[in-house]
């Protein structure tokens, strides 16, 4: 499970590439990679804009998408949380931003989803269907859920990727990742977040199946415990360790409401 780092990291020597936002989100995302000693770690920052620097809260919402992840037993990928001096445009910043390994096994390649999917679909075959004959029905089963309990605006094609190894002649799809778009991410300021309506069901980009996380849970049908793991009120201690501070004690509080709400929802569909 993903750690805070607390204590001020000099990261100004990282270079980071622009990625243009994906819905929801102003301005660009920014990326980088580091590799020392064989290991690659990428980093990833909250939303940013040339004239009001890095905003919102993405690079937060994937550590506590991380915790969800670990408590529920879902396979993914572990962030840490950073608090970091990074430079962009020759302009310091200190920032909260997100880091984590390579997920990869040796000699593994990846692919993003849609593209394995048209590149092997039968015609006129849906993603869901595809999916479970390639034989990742549980895995899309427990994604389709989890991006409903956290609202997930961003699950396009390229944010499931597949890993092939040619050597060994299999096929699997990646640990789950890139959950920053999601919970209160579209609040700006404490007075969105006491106004978010935690239960909405919000147009969002999902590759297999419709907008609507809501709806895209009918994909599951009537199978019940998608996830290996159970979340109780006594979890949110552990969901939110550490982030006093980091988010301001309201977005803390909606956060959980939407969390345990929209999952005690889905367990009692």
């Not at 880091?99 to 075959?125: C, H, Q, T, V």
């Not at 006594?234 to 409401?257: T, Y």
């Amino acid at each position: 499970m993903g750690r805070i780092i607390f204590e001020k990291q000099d990261l100004t020597w990282l270079k980071w590439s622009h990625i243009r936002g994906s819905s929801g989100t102003a301005g660009t995302l920014l990326k980088s990679y580091s590799e020392v000693g064989g290991v690659k770690r990428y980093y990833k920052l909250s939303g940013f804009d040339p004239f009001s620097g890095i905003t919102g809260h993405e690079c937060v919402n994937e550590l506590i998408a991380d915790r969800l992840l670990t408590i529920l037993g879902i396979e993914h990928l572990s962030y840490d949380l950073i608090n970091a001096d990074i430079e962009v445009g020759g302009k310091v910043y200190n920032t909260w931003l997100c880091s984590s390994e390579d997920y990869r096994k040796r000699g593994e390649s990846k692919i993003a989803l849609d593209d394995f999917f048209r590149m092997n679909a039968a015609p006129g075959e849906y993603p869901y269907d595809f999916c479970v004959r390639q034989g990742f029905g549980e895995y899309v089963d427990r994604m389709i859920a989890f991006d409903f309990i956290i609202l997930n605006r961003d699950r396009h094609g390229a944010n499931i990727e597949i890993l092939r190894n040619s050597r060994e002649h299999s096929v699997r799809p990646a640990p789950l990742f890139d959950h920053g778009l999601s919970l209160l991410c579209s609040c700006s300021d404490e007075r969105e977040a006491r106004l978010f309506d935690v239960m909405e069901d919000r147009k969002c980009g999902n590759f297999i199946g419709g907008r609507s996380c809501f709806e895209n849970l009918l994909l599951i049908g009537d199978k019940k415990n998608v996830f290996p793991g159970k979340l109780t009120s006594s979890d949110r201690e552990r969901l939110l360790e550490g982030l006093d501070g980091v988010l301001p004690d309201i977005f803390l509080r909606k956060i959980w409401e939407m969390i345990i709400s929209r999952y005690e929802l889905y367990e009692n569909l």
